[in-house]
C-alpha cells in the first residue's frame, strides 16, 4: 500500500511539476524578465524547460517523504529480529528457532485471512516421504521399504 502511495505522490508531484513549469514559461513570456545573477543564457528552449520542471521538482522533494520509508524498513528490521528469537515459535523437529528470511514477513503474515484445517480443527500436516523411484533401469530409494 505505502508503495501504491509513493507512486501516486510521484505522479502528483510530476504533474504539478509540469503545470507549474509551464506557468513559469508563460510568465516569462509575458513580463520583462532580467536576467541579473545568472547572466545571459545560452540554453535552448528545451534545455530551459527541463530546467525548469526539474527546478520545481526539487523545491516540491517535500511533498515525498523519503524518512517515512526509512522508518518503515527499520521497523519491519526490528520486527524480524524479534520473530528470529521468538523462543515460542520453536520447532521440535529441526531443534532450530524460526529464520526470518524475508523483512516483509510482517505484512504477508498480516494479510492471513483464513486458516485451512480439518474437521477436527487441527491443522493437517502434508508430511510426504520419498519411497522410491525407476528411471529406466536405474533404481533410486531404499530398496528394503520397496521390497516389504
Given at each position: 500500500?505505502?508503495?501504491?502511495?509513493?507512486?501516486y505522490i510521484v505522479v502528483t508531484q510530476s504533474i504539478m511539476c509540469t503545470f507549474m513549469a509551464i506557468l513559469s514559461k508563460v510568465w516569462q513570456t509575458n513580463h520583462e524578465f532580467d536576467n541579473y545573477v545568472l547572466g545571459p543564457l545560452e540554453y535552448?528552449?528545451?534545455?530551459?524547460?527541463?530546467?525548469?520542471?526539474?527546478?520545481?521538482?526539487?523545491?516540491?522533494?517535500?511533498?515525498?517523504?523519503?524518512?517515512?520509508?526509512?522508518?518503515?524498513?527499520?521497523?519491519?528490521?526490528?520486527?524480524?529480529?524479534?520473530?528470529?528469537?521468538?523462543?515460542?515459535?520453536?520447532?521440535?523437529?529441526?531443534?532450530?528457532?524460526?529464520?526470518?528470511?524475508?523483512?516483509?514477513?510482517?505484512?504477508?503474515?498480516?494479510?492471513?485471512?483464513?486458516?485451512?484445517?480439518?474437521?477436527?480443527?487441527?491443522?493437517?500436516?502434508?508430511?510426504?516421504?520419498?519411497?522410491?523411484?525407476?528411471?529406466?533401469?536405474?533404481?533410486?530409494?531404499?530398496?528394503?521399504?520397496?521390497?516389504?
Open positions: 500500500m505505502v508503495n501504491r502511495l509513493v507512486i535552448s528552449e528545451r534545455q530551459t524547460s527541463i530546467f525548469r520542471f526539474f527546478t520545481y521538482f526539487l523545491l516540491l522533494n517535500t511533498l515525498l517523504p523519503i524518512s517515512l520509508q526509512v522508518a518503515l524498513e527499520v521497523c519491519k528490521l526490528v520486527q524480524a529480529y524479534y520473530i528470529d528469537n521468538d523462543t515460542l515459535m520453536f520447532s521440535w523437529e529441526r531443534h532450530q528457532l524460526v529464520k526470518c528470511q524475508s523483512a516483509s514477513i510482517v505484512e504477508d503474515l498480516g494479510q492471513v485471512g483464513y486458516i485451512f484445517s480439518d474437521k477436527t480443527g487441527t491443522l493437517t500436516r502434508n508430511v510426504m516421504e520419498f519411497r522410491y523411484m525407476l528411471v529406466g533401469s536405474e533404481f533410486y530409494g531404499n530398496k528394503q521399504k520397496f521390497e516389504k
